[in-house]
T-cell receptor
Framework: GAVVSQHPSWVICKSGTSVKIECRSLDFQATTMFWYRQFPKQSLMLMATSNEGSKATYEQGVEKDKFLINHASLTLSTLTVTSAHPEDSSFYIC???????????FGPGTRLLVL | RKEVEQDPGPFNVPEGATVAFNCTYSNSASQSFFWYRQDCRKEPKLLMSVYSSGNEDGRFTAQLNRASQYISLLIRDSKLSDSATYLCAASEAGGSEKLVFGKGTKLTVNP
C-alpha cells in the first residue's frame, strides 16, 4: 500500500517552455500533497503544500505564479513550472499524506533539465 | 537557521558493523519524527517512524530524546544494501502536517 506515482520521470525542455508534472496516490486518498525540490547534495526543500479543493500554500521564496499547483482530486496533484529557465533544473518530488496521519509517501521524482 | 541538522558523513563501515546516526532538531514543539532512506538519484523512502519510547524494526532501532532534542538511528549487522543516504525529518510546530528534512547522512557499507 501507499504507492505514489509521478509522471514524467524525466523531462528535458527548452528555456521558456512550461512543464507539467503529475503526482498520483494510487491506493489511498491523499488529503494533502507536498511538492519538494532537491538540488544535488542538498536537502529536500518544501515548495508548497497542496490540499484537495483549495489553493496551495507556498513556502517563502517560492513564486506561486511560476510554480502552479492544482489539486483537483484526492488522488491527483499537478505542478506546472511555467516559463522554465536553466536554474529551474532540479529533482522535483511529490509526497502524499492520508488524512489523519503525518507519514508522507514519496513519488519517484521528476528530473527536469532546462536547456 | 537550520531546523534539522545531521552529520553529512560519509560514514564508511565494513559489512556487519554497527553504525549510529544522530539528528538534532531546533523546534521543541515538533511532534513527529521519521527516518527516511534515499538511494542515489531516487526518492526518499520511509524507513521508520520514531516513537517517544523508542522502537525497533529488525536491525534498525530509532530513539527520541526530547530533552536534548535529538533522534537517533542505529543499524546493526550492516549489509551492503544499507548503503544509502539517511534523512531524518521532524514535523513543524503545532502539529503541522509539514515535515522539515535534514540534509542526510551518507552511509557506505563495504564488503
Amino acid at each position: 500500500g501507499a504507492v505514489v506515482s509521478q509522471h514524467p520521470s524525466w523531462v528535458i525542455c527548452k528555456s521558456g517552455t512550461s512543464v507539467k508534472i503529475e503526482c498520483r496516490s494510487l491506493d489511498f486518498q491523499a488529503t494533502t500533497m507536498f511538492w519538494y525540490r532537491q538540488f544535488p547534495k542538498q536537502s529536500l526543500m518544501l515548495m508548497a503544500t497542496s490540499n484537495e479543493g483549495s489553493k496551495a500554500t507556498y513556502e517563502q521564496g517560492v513564486e506561486k505564479d511560476k510554480f502552479l499547483i492544482n489539486h483537483a482530486s484526492l488522488t491527483l496533484s499537478t505542478l506546472t513550472v511555467t516559463s522554465a529557465h536553466p536554474e529551474d533544473s532540479s529533482f522535483y518530488i511529490c509526497s502524499a499524506q492520508a488524512g489523519g496521519t503525518e507519514t508522507q509517501y514519496f513519488g519517484p521524482g521528476t528530473r527536469l533539465l532546462v536547456l | 537557521r537550520k531546523e534539522v541538522e545531521q552529520d553529512p558523513g560519509p560514514f564508511n563501515v565494513p559489512e556487519g558493523a554497527t553504525v549510529a546516526f544522530n539528528c538534532t532538531y531546533s523546534n521543541s514543539a515538533s511532534q513527529s519524527f521519521f527516518w527516511y532512506r534515499q538511494d542515489c538519484r531516487k526518492e526518499p523512502k520511509l524507513l521508520m517512524s520514531v516513537y517517544s519510547s523508542g522502537n525497533e524494526d529488525g536491525r534498525f532501532t530509532a530513539q527520541l530524546n526530547r530533552a536534548s532534542q535529538y533522534i537517533s538511528l542505529l543499524i546493526r549487522d550492516s549489509k551492503l544494501s544499507d548503503s544509502a543516504t539517511y534523512l531524518c525529518a521532524a514535523s513543524e510546530a503545532g502539529g503541522s502536517e509539514k515535515l522539515v528534512f535534514g540534509k542526510g547522512t551518507k552511509l557506505t557499507v563495504n564488503p
